[in-house]
């Protein structure tokens, strides 16, 4: 497996290589969700190729961006059993050379959910993998499903910027419980990761409720919204239930829905979702 750290390092690699080349985007800390996305593309691509940056961009100014964790040594060893071809792990100043000044801003999917409560969040992701795909020039990339909204920014930025890109979701990797694997996982204390079942058991609850003929979308959203108001230590930053295309709030659940849900557990901020309706 190559390991490369400069943008013409990469572009002097990329020259014939065999096609399809597929790109699996990530942050690093790698678990078993960023591994499924790297088996996929390497079931369904010639060359595949990681990104390991934590991009700066795309935390708020008191989120997380310092203490973000970044085992990079395990992180290449579990990229290579994944059978991963290729690593670009870039610093902040290849990514962003001094005077930098060129962003990607969305409205659309981007405007509400993550958009709202982290400003800024979704232009520092969609100038990211503006500059991820013009560096490494894949034919695929594979995003998880875990973040909904930024899988739907991202079809859209693919849409309106004409790349000549197939995005692909890939389902949610979950634990035992029903936890949706994060690298943020590992800021739960002992007495808060048990607690933290609670987004999954108020989807679950929420698709129920759905599955038992409740049609109004409001009432729906109350219900995920009290399992989490009835489990202890939590802040809600929004439950949603919404149009998966469009993920505008339904008012009526007549079709498709997603759930949405954001919420923080002493300092941890944890997002799921899931299909509540087909
Ligand atoms: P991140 O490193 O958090 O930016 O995530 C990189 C990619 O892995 C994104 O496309 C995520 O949606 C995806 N991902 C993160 N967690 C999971 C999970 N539990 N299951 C599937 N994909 C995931």
């Not at 678990?31 to 060359?47: F, K, Q, Y």
């Not at 870039?90 to 659309?108: K, Q, R």
Request: hydrophobic content about 40%; aromatic content about 6%.
């Amino acid at each position: 497996m190559n390991v490369l750290n400069t943008v013409a390092e990469f572009r002097a690699a990329r020259a014939g290589v065999p096609e399809p080349l597929g790109l699996v985007p990530t942050m690093g800390a790698l678990h078993e969700g960023h591994i499924s996305l790297a088996r996929r593309a390497r079931a369904e691509c010639a060359t595949v190729a990681m990104s390991v940056f934590v991009n700066p961009s795309q935390f708020g100014p008191r989120e997380d961006l310092s203490r973000y964790p970044r085992p990079i040594e395990r992180d290449l060893q579990m990229a290579r059993e994944a059978g991963v071809d290729v690593v670009f792990h870039p610093s902040v100043e290849e990514m962003y050379p001094a005077g930098h000044s060129t962003w990607v801003e969305m409205e659309g999917p981007a405007k509400r959910w993550e958009g709202e409560h982290r400003p800024g969040h979704f232009r520092g992701v969609a100038t990211v993998v503006a500059k991820l795909f013009t560096i490494i020039a894949p034919q695929r990339e594979y995003f998880g499903e875990k973040d909904f909204q930024q899988l739907a920014v991202i079809r859209r930025l693919a849409a309106d910027l004409m790349l000549p890109v197939d995005v692909i979701g890939c389902p949610t990797v979950r634990e035992p419980d029903g936890l949706a694997l994060s690298s943020r996982n590992v800021y739960l204390t002992p007495e808060e990761r048990p607690l933290a079942v609670a987004l999954h058991n108020a989807l679950q609850a929420g698709r129920r409720r759905i599955g038992r003929g409740e049609r109004e979308a409001e009432t729906v959203r109350r219900v995920m919204e009290q399992v989490l108001l009835d489990t202890p230590g939590f802040t809600v930053d929004y439950v949603a239930v919404v149009d998966p295309g469009s993920l505008e709030p339904l008012k009526r659940i007549e079709g498709p829905a997603r759930g949405l849900i954001a919420a923080r557990i002493g300092s941890v901020r944890l997002i799921d979702n899931m299909s509540l309706a087909e």
